[in-house]
């Protein structure tokens, strides 16, 4: 698989991990849902259920290359260079976009999941009592998480390990947000905000000679937080993958009429037309986090006005339709060649 690879092939690997990494960074869409649609979700789940135990006795053992080929290591290196390029850029771009641009941003994001949901469907034959439970259940999970209250913040080292765990199933588990979960959980600016905030101020103290920062209780306690949140984050990538390719080799049909559900139901989650909500102080004053921005609580969603504003939307959500299906069109393309 990985010396078949083209120059073009690898190029569009990484803007897929750009596409995966943007997703995974807003709350309500899924990073799972790039790979299911561009093709190459099975591919990435198996890669990822090699990191195993045969996997770490090659890289001890110094067996690097052996290592490197047995995990897929070309292939998981380029879509995760992709994702970490995405996270200091494109979803900088998507911050400032959402931040002026809402409705038409989450319009795209609406009509991509339809996209994706006329995708997986019209693929998918399986169709019998099991498989029809298990859409029903997908669509009633996806609907209920959009619907939840969050909880309050909370940097308990623990629960910050289970929120890593927990938050990169958007990443293996299409429908699933990681980014709207950690705000569910209470713990997202404190994990995608204000930790990684504090990892940026220390990177730039030591490329200045400055390690003053040391002696800072507060950032040493946001760089312990990062730190535990990144290995509980493996730990769930590594986990989920080997739980997902267990039920997709002996479940499949199952396992994807509930995704098909997930995403169905993350619809609740991405629904254009919404009110943010933010946090207050008991004053009734916004509580801000370390960047000065107002921190999300929750959505309140109406249904719109016939206006211009809501036809632009609408040619917003059919240009998120557009982007899926050229994404499908390249995937089963690149899938016919190899």
Not at 133 to 157: H, M, R
Not at 184 to 209: C, H, Q, R
Not at 214 to 220: S, T
Request: hydrophobic share 50%; charged share 15%.
């Amino acid at each position: 698989m990985q010396s078949t690879r083209t120059f073009t092939d690898k190029l569009f690997l990484i803007l897929k991990g750009l596409g995966m990494g943007a997703a995974n960074k807003v709350p309500g869409v899924s990073g799972g849902v790039v790979a299911f649609v561009a093709g190459f979700y099975e591919e990435f789940i198996y890669s990822l259920q090699k990191v195993n135990s045969k996997a770490f006795k090659l890289l001890i053992n110094g067996r690097f290359k052996s290592f490197f080929q047995y995990i897929n290591g070309r292939f998981l290196g380029l879509l995760f260079l992709g994702m970490i390029v995405s996270y200091f850029s494109v979803s900088k771009i998507l911050d400032y976009l959402i931040k002026h641009y809402e409705l038409f941003v989450w319009s795209v994001f609406f009509g991509m999941i339809i996209g994706s949901i006329y995708y997986i469907y019209k693929d998918f034959e399986d169709w019998n009592y099991k498989t029809y439970l298990s859409l029903a259940i997908g669509i009633i999970v996806g609907l209920s998480i959009s619907f939840l209250n969050p909880a309050k913040e909370n940097d308990n080292l623990w629960f910050v390990f289970f929120c890593g765990i927990i938050s990169v199933s958007g990443m293996t588990l299409p429908g699933f947000s990681g980014s709207f979960i950690l705000i569910l959980l209470g713990n997202y600016v404190l994990l995608l905000v204000d930790s990684v905030n504090a990892l940026y101020d220390s990177f730039f103290d030591i490329l200045k000679g400055d390690f003053s920062f040391i002696e800072n209780p507060e950032r040493i306690r946001m760089l312990k937080v990062l730190g535990v949140f990144t290995l509980g984050s493996v730990t769930g990538l590594v986990t989920f993958s080997h739980l997902l390719s267990y039920i997709l080799k002996h479940f499949k049909s199952i396992t994807l009429s509930a995704i098909i559900g997930f995403i169905v139901g993350s619809l609740g989650v991405v629904w254009p037309w919404k009110k943010t909500i933010y946090q207050i102080n008991n004053n009734g004053s916004f509580i801000l986090d370390s960047t000065g921005e107002k921190i999300i609580e929750n959505y309140k969603r109406f249904m719109p006005e016939l206006n211009s504003e809501t036809l632009y939307a609408i040619a917003f959500i059919i240009l998120g339709i557009v982007i899926v299906l050229a994404l499908e069109f390249y995937g089963k393309k690149t899938r016919k060649i190899k």
